[in-house]
């Protein structure tokens, strides 16, 4: 397994799946985070989130919340576990200071193929399949909103080789251009399907291009994250970890 | 318009805050401090004239619902433009509404 910092970006290769992610935040510091967490011998989490608010505060607690995140995996590792005692924990801390945190977690178990998906709050992620693009439909509160985890439960999938999931931030579909249209769930979807062939890093790249056409250079209010993982070889196989 | 106007009317025991512009983490306490100096059983936000709001709106705007509802009185929040009520859809706006609505301590 292999992870590899560049900057505002990072580069996995796990279990037959390869992620890479960027994040941008509007100020020198933001409420945005990625992470991908490496479980067991077969199993990777990849995880996006949002703190509300803006600059140094929102990435404090952005830090609490990582950190959190990291300890309830290593607890008990069954994804709505995860959510639901990060919900409690972090929680605690969020509401300490009004705010709250969206998160969506993934987990790859790369000797099944399965992903599994819980959702507090986040924008859905995107699974890309034989050149067609799925909205994941499972939904859930915010952490902090509520002393409990409030969803709809987990959501699972099978994942051939070829297959990709991209998770984003609302910073990323909420970006606007000269005008106040916004770039939107459905030009996602759409610069998403056109990538099936693409490796995770090059799909990363040719969507940051296309919301930087659409933007054409407006700076944006909030930050931008964007993920994709890509699975490179069939269930079971480890390729080149 | 940048920032937020806001605008307050009244109506048999409640009163009717009219949103209009961008609200945001810098601009959030201007509607909140309005909120809290409202004596009324029931203070109703419009956001008809709303055309965005961040993260610190929408907490703001369940914090001040959570109050009231302790207090036994009521926030609410109307005419919602499709777009913004997608954004608040997302992180279960509503869901959090109707559980505070019966126990405000959740």
Redesign the interface.
């Known amino acids: 397994m292999r992870e590899v910092t560049t900057g505002n970006g990072k580069i996995l290769r796990a279990y037959g799946l390869e992620g890479s992610g960027y994040s941008l935040p509007a100020e020198q510091v933001g409420g945005d985070f990625f992470e991908f967490i490496f479980c067991d011998e077969r199993t990777v989490f990849a995880a996006i989130g949002d703190v509300m608010g803006k600059g140094f505060h929102a990435a404090r607690l952005m830090e609490i919340i990582r950190h959190m995140l990291r300890e309830c995996i290593r607890i008990n590792p069954h994804p709505l576990e995860v959510v639901r005692r990060l919900n409690k924990v972090g929680g605690y801390e969020l509401r300490k200071y009004g705010a709250f945190a969206t998160l969506c977690l993934l987990g790859y178990d790369g000797t099944a193929g399965r992903l599994t998906c819980v959702n507090a709050g986040h924008h859905p992620p995107l699974l890309l399949s034989d050149g067609k693009v799925k909205v994941a439909r499972g939904r859930g509160v915010a952490l902090g909103l509520l002393e409990d985890y409030l969803g709809s439960g987990v959501e699972e999938f099978f994942l051939a080789a070829g297959d990709a999931v991209v998770l984003y931030t609302d910073g990323l579909v909420e970006a606007c251009g000269p005008g106040e249209q916004r770039y939107g769930q459905e030009r996602l979807k759409e610069i998403v399907r056109l990538q099936y062939g693409a490796d995770a890093d090059r799909m990363k790249q040719n969507i940051l291009s296309d919301l930087e056409t659409f933007t054409r250079g407006f700076s944006q209010k909030d930050d931008v994250t964007l993920v994709v993982m890509k699975v490179t070889g069939k269930a079971g196989e480890r390729g080149e970890d | 318009m940048k920032g937020v106007k806001i605008r307050v009317r009244q109506k048999k025991g409640m009163a009717i805050l009219e949103v209009e512009g961008e609200l ?2 810098s601009n959030v306490e201007q509607l909140q401090q309005e909120i809290q100096r409202r004596p009324e059983e029931v203070v109703e936000i419009d956001l008809q004239g709303l ?2 709001i ?3 709106g ?3 705007l ?2 001040q619902a959570r109050h009231l509802y302790r207090q036994g009185r009521t926030l609410r929040i109307v005419r919602i433009p499709d ?1 913004i009520r997608e ?1 608040l859809e ?3 706006f509503f ?2 509404l109707e ?1 505070l609505e019966t126990n405000p301590n ?1």
Do not use: P, T, W
């Open positions: 945001d983490f055309r965005f961040d993260s610190s929408a907490g703001m369940l914090s777009f954004d997302v992180i279960g869901r959090v559980v959740a």
